[in-house]
């Protein structure tokens, strides 16, 4: 087995249980919520404008707190769903995250992430206690300093989806903006190409559709180490990619302000109807993390944030970091490696990023 002690099978109290595992009543009202929107039909669920991405995270997260449960109170799984999420059960949760070693930044997800299924569960009742427990937990966690604690993968993917929602739930160019910036930011979580090749992504040339998949391909000469580089786009976001393509970008390539010049194949195209640059891109990253965060992330900071996410999450094989940056030695990833050493943090980082389904 890999993964230190935290490995596939060698910590089941970390597991997120999987939707077919779920209680029949938490599994139909979830599947229920993320059901497509039939324009047919007179209702439509509630989570059905979300991105598909997003809603497995928010999965992920629900079958984390149906473990804990498990094991901690077995007998409440019979119970209705919303009847099993109170304050005492929230604050014994809680407690085991802690104790688990799980960092502030997790908790404070997976309490998003209940919350956001708590709706579903019992649409009728007011969930404001989960929050302001979250309150509580943020006031006293401190905030990093150094880059050593900057966001990890997950959080940066879950800022990039968030905002893709939000444009669903939005009209006009505002939507289109939000729907390309989640997009770029999601992309780049799971994706941490160098700024200038993520600018660069170039349709038909960097980014082909071969069966139905989606390829990022850069030749030596477009990469800083002159070393080709192919990665698949990530499958949670061919959604959103399809329909950036599809919707966003013609309405993007339509628009004909100042700085508008021919958008041809580029990948990426600002509200003027021209190429975004990397300085463009740069600052729209950085707007967005620093209004999310308290502190602006620079995409070059997202490459960190994915080795060291990954020497926190699976350290027996921290090394494929190397060509998922597209390093030529492992030397230059090791840092990060050290870097998630020298971390506070939890062994159990769900690896919501890399190698889904590693762990139980």
């Known amino acids: 087995m890999s993964g230190g002690p935290y490995g596939r099978g060698k910590a089941p109290e970390r597991a997120c249980l999987r939707l077919k595992d779920w209680p029949h009543e938490d599994r139909r009202l979830w599947q229920a919520a993320c059901m497509p929107s039939d324009p047919l039909a ?51 949760y809680i ?36 929050n302001a427990l979250a309150s509580r937990i943020r006031a006293r966690h401190k905030p990093a300093r150094d880059k050593r604690n900057l ?34 930011i999601a992309l780049l979580a799971l994706a941490p190409l160098r700024r200038r090749n993520l600018a660069g992504l170039r349709l038909r040339r960097n980014l082909v559709e071969t069966n139905g998949s989606w390829l990022i ?10 070393a080709p580089l192919e990665i698949l786009w990530p499958d949670d976001l061919l959604g959103p990619l399809l329909t950036y393509l599809n919707v966003h970008r013609p309405q993007l390539a339509a628009m004909n302000g100042r700085w508008a ?4 194949d580029t990948l990426w195209v600002s509200t003027d109807g021209s190429p975004m640059t990397e300085m ?38 921290v090394r494929v970091a190397t060509p998922l940056l597209g390093h030529r030695i492992f030397r230059t990833t090791e840092r990060h490696y050290q870097h998630a050493q020298s971390l506070d943090a939890h062994r159990a980082y769900v690896d919501a990023v890399f190698g889904k389904g590693k762990r139980p």
Do not use: C
């Open 42 to 92: 007179d209702e439509e669920g509630a989570r059905s404008h979300h991105a598909i991405a997003s809603n497995r995270k928010a999965e992920r997260g629900y079958g984390r707190w149906l473990t804990f449960l498990q094991q901690a109170d077995p007998a409440s799984l019979a119970e209705a769903p919303a009847l099993r999420i109170t304050q005492e059960q929230l604050r014994a």
């Open 95 to 130: 407690d085991s995250l802690v104790s688990l070693n799980n960092s502030t930044a997790t908790i404070l997800a997976r309490l998003a992430e209940l919350g956001e299924v708590a709706k579903i569960m019992g649409p009728e009742r007011s969930w404001n206690f989960i």
């Open 151 to 184: 966001k990890l993968s997950d959080e940066l993917l879950g800022l990039g989806l968030s905002l893709i929602d939000q444009a669903a739930a939005t009209a006009g160019l505002k939507a289109t903006v939000l729907h390309r910036d989640g997009l770029i």
């Open 217 to 226: 391909s850069l030749d030596a000469s477009e990469t800083k180490t002159h």
């Open 261 to 264: 010049k021919p958008v041809e």
């Open 280 to 317: 463009a891109i740069y600052d729209r990253i950085r707007a967005h993390t620093g209004r999310a965060f308290g502190a602006a992330i620079n995409p070059h900071l997202f490459r960190d944030a994915a080795a060291t996410t990954l020497a926190i999450a699976d350290p027996a094989h």
